[in-house]
Nanobody, 120 residues
Framework: QLQLVESGGGLVQPGGSLRLSCAASGFTFDDFAIGWFRQAPGKEREGVSCISSSGGSPNYADSVKGRFTISRDSAKNTVYLQMHSLKPEDTAVYYC?????????????WGQGTQVTVSS
């Protein structure tokens, strides 16, 4: 059974850092691209970042460029989203998703989400 489980969310002050994890199981991890998305209350879901199956050329939303870094660890079947210089507008539920084509183009499977709250 394919499963994506996010963790690492929480409450952090503005300017702080968090590292989110997306642990994958039930499929060949190296064949899939993994993306991070977020959804704030009352807003549409937006793409944050994605890393292809090869791990090359990750992409980022303009709003997080220079602050967030995505990476993947094949040994652990896990994708990370390192977030620095967090802002209140980063507050949202963060989801990871898997793309079976490997190119960050469309997502077949989704995790349950982890809450990130940036507040003083």
């Amino acid at each position: 059974q394919l499963q994506l489980v996010e963790s690492g969310g929480g409450l952090v002050q503005p300017g702080g850092s968090l590292r989110l994890s997306c642990a994958a199981s039930g499929f060949t991890f190296d064949d899939f691209a993994i993306g991070w998305f977020r959804q704030a209350p009352g807003k549409e879901r937006e793409g944050v970042s994605c890393i292809s199956s090869s791990g090359g050329s990750p992409n980022y939303a303009d709003s997080v460029k220079g602050r967030f870094t995505i990476s993947r660890d094949s040994a652990k079947n896990t994708v990370y989203l390192q977030m620095h210089s967090l802002k209140p507008e980063d507050t949202a539920v963060y989801y990871c998703a898997a793309d079976s084509l490997g190119y960050c183009l469309g997502y077949d499977y989704w995790g349950q989400g982890t809450q990130v709250t940036v507040s003083s």
